[in-house]
């Protein structure tokens, strides 16, 4: 599975998320008796790669209707399952999940507590909770400005093209806060993980800029396609060498990073 996990994550050009949804996918171990919901799904990567591995009972919400449409055409499965709607209030029944994915959500919520006690519910007796945030300590070079904004003056940029880690974020999180919370919602902490220390001078920029590169209509259909995440298998373009150069900065981050130690994000499995 890791290897052809691998061949799926091969043209993701943002690597911390490609770091992330390598830990997420493999740690979760799908199995075909396994149902699985993607909470806050996005564009839906997370289930485009699991159901790319094999037949699994593949759920995803989210309250973005755009978002929604836009997953059901890059899945292009289905059998995945889409709903449009807040997690915390569409009624899904109790304890229908065995695994929930909760990938970069909980820092958007008023109330990350609440939050993770209706998760906790929607699993059943047993199930494994999959969550990523955003660390309060990041490195400097991920996002500079918000970086000294936040260590010299108390404050960050929440909006806009210099927001950075912190865009649309009503916080960021160090382990021992995510660790509190997710246990005042009921759960037993299984493991934890710090992810992304290396990482390019104002990755968050670059990371836009591509952003409005593979969206503007200007670009022919082929060097979008080369600059998907979810067109694994492409012809050589100007992106995939820059992609390659990157991977290999990104080598660096092959090792385990420490709590001392500033990174990118937070990875953290919980039980019911």
Known sequence: MLQKLDGLLANTGDLCLKRRAKLMVSELN?????????????????????SRLGKF????????????????????DKNVRFITGDVTKYGL???????????????????????LKVLYRLLKKGGSL????????????WDPVNWILQHAFGTHIK?????????????LYTMDQLVSVVKKAGFRVSKKQYLT????????IILYIGFRMR???????????????????????????????INWLDKRNDRTIGPNESSVGLYLEAKK
């Not at 969206?215 to 992609?243: H, V």
Request: glycine share 6%; charged share 20%; hydrophobic share 40%.
């Open 30 to 50: 799908p199995q075909t008796s396994d149902t699985i919901l993607d909470v806050g799904c996005g564009d839906g990567f997370y289930l485009f790669l699991l």
């Open 93 to 115: 029944k109790e304890a229908s999940f065995n695994k929930i994915i909760c990938s970069e959500v909980i820092e958007h919520l008023d109330s990350d507590v609440e939050g």
């Open 57 to 76: 009972h593949l759920v995803g919400i989210d309250n973005n209707p755009e978002s929604i449409k836009a997953a059901k055409l890059l899945v292009a």
């Open 215 to 245: 969206t503007s209509p200007q670009l022919s259909r082929s060097l979008k396609n080369s600059m998907s995440k979810f067109k694994p298998s492409q012809k050589k373009s100007w992106f995939s060498y820059i992609l390659s150069f």
């Open 159 to 171: 909006s806009g093209l210099w927001a950075g880690i912190w865009n649309m974020h009503d916080r």
């Open 197 to 204: 220390h290396y990482s390019l001078p104002f990755n968050h």
């Open 130 to 141: 999959y969550i990523t945030v955003p660390h309060l300590n990041y490195p400097f070079f």
